[in-house]
């Protein structure tokens, strides 16, 4: 096991480039599955999520080569995947394996998944999973301790999703890929992970239309075998970005971010403003450099009549859910008082008792929404990373606090950002990744 030892209230300043969009990658690489010929992928962030789905590819039957020594660049042979059933071990280490159930079935005409792992942050159904595939021609039978689909052939049909689920769209968008006939999605989920793997899919000869609304409609090749070769760039991760503007902002520093997607930004950009947090671009490129200022004014503004302000998550456009955590640390350096309302996850909240124990004023209404208070001087802290974005929340309230901190069970940060110690350590940070006793 490792930590991090962080010595806070020192300027995160430079310039740094995001990387590669997890969310993005991990459902790409299961898509490669669906692909006989060679796909090859830049930009693929190399960390532990992605190191583990390789494996799981791998265990599968593909090839994967890898074309720079960074490794986030790679060949992806699979002509010669052989299993239809994946890993107990490794399925249950990752909650991106629940996106392999469409390719293998479409490949092997079968498949069984194990109940897939991940962030312990409250209930994850797979049920729009299912219900998608189903629709789509699969025979589904569920067990306690997994799934088990089996389809002859895959046919296209009019799918209304139950809810805007990004990973059961993914399922359902690569199966309707190599369907028979026209497949209509609604309700689908438009997040830029998922027009990214849309366009993944376009880039191999398959039709769709709709990419970045709610309703898609893919016109089904009718055999995995008519998808071509392939090369794909994953876009930058705005998750990692929002990590960066948040921890630049809450020391001062002066912060260059290279490479950004403008449009990938846009309500995190709003939500940021609510906390008197300001950020321009270096020019109207949709890919850009976003600058980010020293002493921002960190103040909460208030709704039009004065009313304590709301921030919340919602499917894409929305704010994402997966920035609620980096966004309350950040709160609590904001002069205000501003009310969070994570609708999606019944736990995500609860790691907010570690930044109480660090000085922070939360009220934790109910697991699904918090009354944050600020500014409060946070303090040295010896923590725990209860989850990948959890984890980064806790790096971002070290990196803020007085004194010297640390933070445990680093493998959660590893899951989801590449080589954050040493990224930040040439921003100036004070952080030494050291093994635990």
């Known amino acids: 096991m490792q930590e991090f030892k962080i010595t806070g209230q020192v300027p995160i300043q430079g310039e740094i480039t995001p990387q590669g969009n997890k969310n993005e990658a991990l459902p790409i690489l299961c898509a490669a599955l669906l692909n006989a010929n060679e796909v090859t992928l830049r930009n693929v962030p190399n960390i532990k ?21 960074s490794k986030n660049d790679l060949k992806i042979n699979t002509v010669e995947v052989i299993e239809s059933r994946l890993s107990d071990e490794l399925s249950k280490q990752i909650r991106g394996s629940v996106t392999l159930l469409a390719p293998i079935l479409a490949r092997m005409g079968s498949v069984y998944l194990p109940r897939p792992g991940g962030d312990k942050i409250g209930r994850r159904r797979v049920d729009t999973h299912l219900m998608a595939l189903e629709a789509l021609g699969a025979k589904v039978e569920v067990f306690h301790e997994g799934y088990q689909l089996d389809a002859t052939i895959l046919k296209g049909a009019n799918i209304l999703l139950d809810e805007a689920s990004v990973t059961g769209t993914e399922n359902a968008v690569m199966a309707a890929s190599v369907a028979n006939g026209i497949t209509k999605i609604e309700n689908a989920a438009c997040e830029p992970h998922v027009q990214g793997l849309c366009n993944f899919l376009v880039k191999q000869g398959v039709k769709i239309e709709g990419i970045g609304s709610n ?110 955590s980096i966004a309350i640390v950040t709160a609590t350096q904001c002069k205000g008082t501003i009310l969070f309302h994570e609708k999606m996850f019944e736990s995500r909240l609860y790691f907010t008792d570690k930044l109480v124990s660090m000085g922070a004023k939360i009220v934790l209404c109910d697991p699904h929404r918090a009354l944050v208070i600020g500014p409060t001087q946070l303090f ?55 093994d635990t006793k």
């Open 215 to 324: 309703v898609l409609t893919i016109y089904g090749l009718g055999s995995h075998k008519k998808l071509k070769s392939v090369e794909h760039t994953i876009g930058p991760d705005y998750l990692e970005i929002g990590s960066f503007i948040s921890m630049a902002a809450l020391t001062g520093g002066a912060l260059t971010i290279k490479n950004v997607n403008r449009d990938d930004l846009r309500m995190i950009r709003q939500v940021f403003r609510k906390m008197g947090i300001e950020f321009t671009y270096r020019d109207d490129n949709l890919i850009t450099d976003l600058i980010l200022a020293p002493d921002q004014s960190l103040t909460m503004g208030t709704d039009v009549h004065g009313e304590i302000a709301k921030i919340d998550d919602a499917p894409w456009p929305a704010f994402p859910a997966d920035l609620i």
């Open 49 to 69: 999520d992605i190191q583990k789905l390789i494996e799981i590819l791998e265990f599968l039957g593909a090839k994967v080569e890898y074309l720079s020594q």
């Open 380 to 434: 040295s802290a010896k923590l725990s990373s209860p989850d990948i974005r959890a984890g980064m929340a806790l790096v971002i309230a070290a990196l803020a606090a007085e004194g010297e901190s640390v933070i445990q069970n680093i493998i959660q940060v590893d899951r989801g950002y590449e080589k954050m110690d040493e990224r930040l350590t040439k921003l100036g940070a004070k952080i030494e990744r050291r």
